[in-house]
């Protein structure tokens, strides 16, 4: 990593379903970076899902995104405000290539379907995943479970192939 030439961050991407541990492994792998005196950049996908039934568009827009990141351009992302139901934004994404190496984290639904030179799924079963977004997020989430896992299985389907070539199962 450390001889990677070039203005484009090395992308890694971490994806699973709702409840999975992406966040938490996330935070593993920044922390592990940091040891080895690399400060990545975070980018989260919950942040560009246009509210509960917007999961696909805001892939639609990190597939582009991710492609444009790995070309060393900005990208601009639209956000969403949770509390009050509204879009927000839009934001730049600039990842400076002055300080070697990049590296640039992505984590969320839907992360794999983009560009990435380190690919990890986050399995875990469905129980425990309901029990442990159920307890992040408490009675806010509760009503779109169903919903939101429909467009998780939407998702999956239609980017197969993306999710085929991954590099890393992490099961927990």
Not at 27 to 39: D, M, P, Y
Not at 143 to 149: E, G, H, K, R
């Amino acid at each position: 990593m450390r001889s990677r030439n070039g203005v484009a961050p090395l992308i890694i991407a971490l994806d699973g379903r709702s409840g999975s541990g992406k966040t938490t492994l996330t935070e593993a792998v920044r922390q592990a970076l940091v040891q080895e005196g690399i400060s990545p950049d975070i980018f989260r996908l919950d942040d560009t899902y246009q509210g509960w039934t917007g999961l696909s568009p805001a892939i639609t827009q990190w597939r582009g995104n991710s492609t444009a990141l790995k070309q060393g351009k900005a990208v601009q992302w639209n956000g969403w405000d949770w509390s009050s139901s509204q879009p927000t934004g839009p934001f730049t994404l600039t990842i400076e290539a002055s300080v070697a190496p990049r590296v640039l984290v992505v984590e969320g639904v839907g992360a794999l379907a983009g560009s990435a030179d380190i690919r990890c799924w986050i399995e875990q079963d469905t129980t425990s995943r309901k029990r442990d977004a159920l307890q992040r997020d408490g009675d806010t989430y509760r009503p779109f479970w169903d919903l939101w896992a429909e467009q998780e299985e939407q998702l999956f389907t239609h980017y197969r192939n993306c999710y085929q070539k991954c590099d890393i199962l992490y099961e927990r």
